[in-house]
C-alpha cells in the first residue's frame, strides 16, 4: 500500500486547521488521500487552504467555526456527516496562548485563553463523540503540548489549559473503556516552530518566541497522523521531549524545576516585543505552517523533511513554501 493510500477514504476534520500544526497536519492528510472537513474562525484562509488540498487531489470543505460557540461545533460535526456520510477522525488543534506574570493577564485575555482552549476543545471532543458513537467508530486527537505536563512560570495560563486538555482526554479513556472502536488520545509536541506566538498576548515585556531548540511543525503533524493510526493514551515526539517524560516519572520535583526553569528562560527572545495586549483576540488573514523562529535555512529544510518521511509522505514531499 502506497502511502497515498492509508488514509484514502478516511474522511478527517481539522479543527484550528490554517495555521500552524493544524495546518501541517492538514497538507499531510491531504496529500495522503484523506477527505478532510476544514474549521477556523476565519472564511479567507479556509478557502486559501481548501483550494490548495483540492490541487493535491484530496476533497475538503470549509467550515468557519469558532469553537468557543458549542451550536457551531455541533454544526460543523453535521456538515462533515451530510457532506461525506460520516467522520473517522477529529484532530482538535485549535489554541491561543497569553503569557505574562498572572497578576498581569487581564480577565478577558485570561477567560479567552480558558475559553479557546478548554472550553474549545470540550465542545469539539463532545461534537465528535456524538457522531463516533452514533456510527459506532471513530478516533478523536486531541493537541495538548509537553506544557500539559511541566510547568512554565511565565506562561501560568497557558500552561494550566494545556493540563486541562490532557486531563480531559485522559478521563474521557476511562469513559470510552468499553467501546472498542472508538479513541481518544493526546499527543503532546514539545517546542514547535509555529506562529501562535506572534499571535500571543504578550505581557512578559521581551519578545515571544519557540522555545529553541524548536520542532518544525511537520514533526507534530507526523505525530498527530501517527496516532490516527494507531490511537495511543497519549504520545510525544522527539528523543529529548521522550526523555524529560522518562524522568518525570522518577523524579517529577526536580524534572518540574529544571524544565521550568529551561522553558521560562529560553520562551522570552533577546528582539523588541512584536505582540502585544489584545493580539490574542486577533483573527489571521494569512494561514502560515512555520513561524519562523528556526535559524538556519539548513535546519529547516532538514526539520521539515524529517516530518514528511515521518509522516510517510516521502522526501519530495513539500509543506508550506509560505513558511
Known amino acids: 500500500m502506497g502511502s497515498r493510500d492509508r488514509f484514502a477514504g478516511q474522511v478527517v476534520v481539522v479543527v484550528g486547521a490554517t495555521s500552524g500544526i493544524g495546518r501541517a497536519t492538514t497538507l499531510a492528510l491531504a496529500e495522503r488521500g484523506a477527505d478532510l472537513v476544514l474549521a477556523a474562525r476565519s472564511r479567507a484562509p479556509l478557502d486559501e487552504l481548501v483550494t490548495r488540498v483540492e490541487a493535491q487531489g484530496a476533497r475538503?470543505?470549509?467550515?468557519?467555526?469558532?469553537v468557543?460557540?458549542?451550536?457551531?461545533?455541533d454544526r460543523l460535526a453535521d456538515a462533515a456527516v451530510a457532506t461525506f456520510g460520516r467522520i473517522d477522525g477529529w484532530v482538535q488543534a485549535a489554541a491561543v496562548m497569553v503569557a505574562g506574570d498572572l497578576a498581569s493577564v487581564?480577565?478577558?485575555e485570561l477567560e479567552h485563553v480558558v475559553d479557546v482552549n478548554v472550553d474549545g476543545t470540550m465542545n469539539a471532543?463532545?461534537?465528535a463523540l456524538r457522531v463516533f458513537?452514533?456510527?459506532g467508530s471513530g478516533s478523536l486527537v486531541l493537541v495538548s503540548s509537553l506544557l500539559g505536563r511541566f510547568p512554565n512560570p511565565l506562561a501560568p495560563v497557558y500552561v494550566a489549559t494545556k493540563f486541562a486538555v490532557r486531563g480531559l482526554a485522559l478521563s474521557l479513556q476511562?469513559?470510552?473503556?468499553?467501546e472498542r472502536d472508538i479513541h481518544v488520545s493526546v499527543v503532546m509536541p514539545g517546542p514547535v516552530d509555529t506562529p501562535m506566538f506572534a499571535r500571543a498576548a504578550d505581557r512578559t515585556g521581551g519578545r515571544l518566541r519557540a522555545i529553541p531548540p524548536a520542532q518544525a511543525?511537520?514533526?507534530?503533524?507526523a505525530m498527530v497522523l501517527r496516532t490516527l493510526r494507531r490511537p495511543s493514551r497519549e504520545r510525544t515526539s522527539g528523543a529529548g521531549n521522550r526523555t524529560a517524560v522518562l524522568a518525570h516519572r522518577v523524579a517529577p520535583r526536580l524534572t518540574e524545576e529544571l524544565v521550568g526553569r529551561w522553558s521560562a528562560g529560553l520562551l522570552v527572545g533577546p528582539e523588541p516585543q512584536r505582540s502585544g495586549p489584545g493580539a490574542v483576540f486577533a483573527i489571521s488573514d494569512t494561514g502560515r505552517v512555520q513561524g519562523g523562529y528556526r535559524r538556519g535555512a539548513l535546519r529547516r529544510r532538514v526539520g521539515d523533511a524529517v516530518g514528511a518521511l515521518l509522516a510517510g509522505r516521502g522526501p519530495g514531499s513539500t509543506l508550506d513554501p509560505l513558511g
Open 125 to 127: 471532543a463532545r461534537s
Open 217 to 221: 511543525s511537520a514533526r507534530a503533524a
Open 68 to 73: 468557543v460557540d458549542a451550536d457551531a461545533v
Open 60 to 66: 475538503a470543505l470549509a467550515v468557519p467555526t469558532d
Open 133 to 135: 458513537r452514533d456510527q
Open 174 to 178: 476511562q469513559a470510552l473503556r468499553h
Open 106 to 108: 487581564p480577565q478577558a
